[in-house]
């Protein structure tokens, strides 16, 4: 009875352990489609003539997009060692085993953010490839290809 017991017990444990590391590939996931939002959603679009270059939504998108890649470091604290169900990108492994490096990577988009000097479509041309430039240099090394 006693070791029945424990085998149900030990089962619960691994299921809430499989369910708590989807929500945090999840929430790693979502914090990424949120700077996607505000990256290509406002900033991409005016960069490619799709909307027109409104300066107040750009300063706004540029804002979130800091805020958000400010949480990196916290949101991508623990490994959840799966992707997300279905996604076509996901975490490396390198990440937590050189996580000071990959944190490392985290300033140098804030400052591309923040150096940008945005008065027109072509000045956010500009800061959108500064930025866009520091994104890229961590998925080189941090992101893999699920599919
Ligand atoms: C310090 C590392 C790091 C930085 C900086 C970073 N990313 Fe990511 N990004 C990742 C990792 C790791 C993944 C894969 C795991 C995931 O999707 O959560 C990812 C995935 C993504 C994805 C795919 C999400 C999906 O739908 O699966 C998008 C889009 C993305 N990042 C956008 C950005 C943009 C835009 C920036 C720059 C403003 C940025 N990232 C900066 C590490 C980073």
Redesign the pocket.
């Known amino acids: 009875m006693k070791r029945v017991l424990l085998a149900a017990a030990v089962l619960a444990v691994g299921a809430t352990t499989v369910v708590a590391q989807q929500e945090v590939?999840i929430q790693?996931?979502n914090?990424?489609?949120a700077?996607?939002r505000s990256?290509?959603g406002v900033l991409g679009k005016m960069v490619k003539g799709d909307t027109p270059f409104d300066k107040a939504a750009a300063d706004g998108a540029l804002k979130a997009?800091a805020d958000d890649?400010a949480k990196?470091p916290t949101v991508?604290a623990t490994n959840p060692k799966e992707g997300?169900k279905d996604?076509?990108?996901?975490?490396?492994q390198k990440?937590w085993q050189n996580k000071a490096d990959?944190?490392a990577?985290?300033p140098a988009?804030t400052k591309a953010i923040g150096d940008a000097k945005v008065t027109d479509a072509a000045s956010l041309k500009v800061a959108f490839d500064a930025?866009q430039a520091?994104?890229d240099s961590?998925?080189d090394t941090?992101?893999v290809k699920l599919k």
């Open positions: 590939a790693q996931q914090l990424m489609k700077q996607a990256m290509y997009l890649v990196i991508f997300v996604a076509t990108f996901g975490a490396s990440i990959f944190d990577k985290v988009v930025v520091k994104c961590c998925h941090y992101r």
